[in-house]
C-alpha cells in the first residue's frame, strides 16, 4: 500500500479553510491524480476555537507554524499565512532546510526573498511552488514553465489584482464610491489583510516580478517594478475612459529588451471592445507573449477561497506525483540579473485636466503641451456645474517623461484648479 502524502497546514484564513475543503471534499479523486492519498497531518493558526465551518479535529494542532516545519512526518508545508517575513518565511525557510517540501500563496515572501528562497530549496532537494501566489486560480505559472518552454518569452501582461478589477469595474457598473466597493471586496475575502496593498499596485506589483522571472529567466527583481495604484482615481475618470471607448484596468507589463527589464504596474486604457477591457469583477486575465506562441491569454479567477486553493492543490498533487522542476523554471544559480531599462516605450496617455472656464485658458494650456511636443488627437470639455471645467485629452504617442514634465508645468498654471491625471494607453 502507497504512503499517504502528509501535508501540515499552515494558516487557516480564507485560502487556508479552501484548501481542507478540498481535501475533504475530493480525497478519492486527489488520491488518483496524485498516485496517493493526500492527507492533512497538522494545523496550525492563530486561533484554534475560531468556527470555520469544517471539522478540523482530527489534524494535530499546533500555534507554531515553525514547530509544523520542524516535524519529520510531513512530506509539505502548505503556507497560506502570509506576509514577506514573520513566521511564514521562517517556517518555510525551516522546511526547505529540512529538505521539506513546500507549497504558498505568498507572493509577498516570493517577491522580496524569492531568489534566496530558490537557492536553499535547490540546495536541499525541496520543492517551492506558487501557482497560487499569482492569479488566483488561473494555472499561469504552469503555462508558462511548462505549456510554453519551446519559447522565448517576449512579453508577459494583465491584470492580477482581482480587488482592483472588482472596483473598477463595479464603481463604473454602480456608480458606487470607491470605498464602499473596496469594503465589499474585503467581505468578499478578496483583498489583502492590508488593503493598501491592492489599491497601492504592490500586490499586482509582487505577482509581476514573480511572472517575470519565470519568462525571462532573471532573478526576482520587485524594486525594479515601477508601482501606481489606483487609489487615485475617481468615477468620474473611469466614465470619461468609458465615453471615449476604453476602460481604467490596473495592468502589469513587463518586457525584456536585450538585457534590460521593464517592469510596470499602473492604471491603464485598453479598449473596451477587447478581452482585457470587458474582464468583469474579480476575473484576472495574463497575457503571454512568445516568439512561436503569438499571444496566450489565460482568463479566469483572481482572488478569493475556491480558486486560490485549487492553485494550491495544484501544486500539492504536482509534488505528491514526483514532478520536480527548478523553482523558477531553471536553476536558481542560473537566473540573471537584469539592467533598469533606459526608459518607458512612448504611448498614447488620455489625460483628464481641470480648468478654470473662461477666454484664454485653453490656449495657456495648449501652449505649454506645444512648447513641450506633446501633440493632441482628441479633446473634449464636458458640462460642469462647479467653477472647474473638466478637460479630457488623447494624446499622440509620447515619452512618458516627456508627458510629465508638459503636466508639472500645467499644474503650475493659475488656470489649472486641479492636479492633471494621465493615464496610459496600452497597446495590447
Ligand atoms: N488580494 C489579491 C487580489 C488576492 O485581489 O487579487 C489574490 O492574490
Known sequence: ??????????????????????????????????????EIAAVSARSRGKNRGLDISGYDWSDDPVA????????CLVEVIGGEDGPAKAAIETALSAGMNVVTANKALLAHHGQALAERAEAHGAALRFEAAVAGGIPV???LMEGLAGNRLTRVMGVMNGTCNYILTEMLRTGADYAQVLEAAQQLGY??????????GIDAAHKLALLAALAFGTRVDFAGVRVEGIDHLTLPDLQRAADMGYRVKLLGVARLDGTALEQRVQ??????????????????????EGDFIGQVTLEGPGAGEGPTASAILADIVDIASGLRRPVFGRPADR???????AATPPAQYCVRLTLEDRAGCWAEVAAVLGRHGVSIDRMQ???????????????????DAVLDAALDEIAGLAVSLARPVALRIEAL
Open 335 to 341: 537566473l540573471i540579473d537584469a539592467a533598469a531599462p
Open 68 to 75: 509544523l516545519a520542524r516535524r519529520d512526518d510531513i512530506d
Open 381 to 399: 470639455q464636458y458640462a460642469h456645474d462647479g467653477p472647474g471645467a473638466p478637460v479630457v485629452i488623447v494624446t499622440h504617442p509620447t515619452a
Open 1 to 38: 500500500m502507497t504512503q499517504p502524502f502528509r501535508i501540515a497546514l499552515a494558516g487557516l484564513g480564507t485560502v487556508g479553510t479552501g484548501v481542507v475543503r478540498i481535501l475533504q471534499t475530493h480525497g478519492e479523486l486527489l488520491a488518483e491524480r496524485a498516485g496517493c492519498r493526500l
Open 141 to 143: 505559472v504552469k503555462a
Open 267 to 288: 492604471p491603464c486604457l485598453v479598449p473596451a471592445d477587447t478581452a482585457i477591457g470587458q474582464l468583469d469583477g474579480v476575473t484576472n486575465a495574463v497575457v503571454l
Open 191 to 200: 483583498a489583502e489583510a492590508d488593503p493598501a496593498f491592492d489599491v497601492g
